[in-house]
């Protein structure tokens, strides 16, 4: 399976994938604009990613601009609702509006940060996702 992983930072960013290279190839961009440029790419590729996880506060674009940039791809491009890729944000910003932002625009899940290991790997079994290795 193909990821994509936006995060700022650099501790979350190792964190996270460690995690995400059981799952599978794994991409790494450290910011919203390199996340959206990352997804164009592999759609105009047909490589499209499974799974997206995105960090809400990053510089250039924030994770709400690149979770309703890829949207917007996909709907441009009339995907159905399941062939869109999959998308976990990942923030310390846990309060309730952020939460409803979030799935209004578009987000499958939403983690808090710290992010705990066995949760968030429970959440993407649940999504269908499993560790190859
Ligand atoms: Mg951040």
Redesign the pocket.
Known sequence: MKILLA???FA?RKFMSRILNKYGEADITVNGLEAVDAFLMALDDDERYDLVIL????PMLDGYQVLSTIRKFETDRNFKPEERTRVVMTTALNEEINVKKAMEIGCDAYVGKPVNVERFEMLLSKMGFEPIK
């Open positions: 995060e700022d930072d979350s960090d809400v506060m990053m």
